[in-house]
Nanobody
């Protein structure tokens, strides 16, 4: 059993910053890919940023240069630093981790509960 707990969402003005955190816990052997997705009202969920265990990253074109994804493998935590926020960044942000679990050593994706980010003046 694995759970991901997100924090850091909230209301911010355009041009402001937020830092999201997602901590994984449970029967974890190792975590491979970690990522952040978002879903706005009436929109489909989209990938925002992803990071591999070794640190390689990729970003959606819409957030390049503004967002930075990072991870602390010792803490099983992934972060998303969001700068220069725009109203179109408003969405529920979800973290996802590719986790190899203990005992069975099978690998599956796990999702956080989502955290609301609202960018508005």
């Amino acid at each position: 059993q694995v759970q991901l707990v997100e924090s850091g969402g909230g209301l911010v003005q355009p041009g402001g910053s937020l830092r999201l955190s997602c901590a994984a816990s449970g029967s974890i052997f190792s975590i491979y890919g970690m990522g952040w997705y978002r879903q706005g009202p009436g929109q489909q969920r989209e990938l925002v940023a992803a990071i591999l265990r070794g640190g390689a990253t990729n970003y959606a074109d819409s957030v390049k240069g503004r967002f930075t994804i990072s991870r602390d493998n010792a803490k099983n935590t992934v972060y998303l630093q969001m700068n220069s926020l725009k109203p179109e960044d408003t969405a529920v942000y979800y973290c996802k981790c590719e986790v190899r679990v203990l005992l069975t050593y099978t690998t599956s994706d796990y999702w956080g509960q989502g955290t609301q980010v609202t960018v508005s003046s």
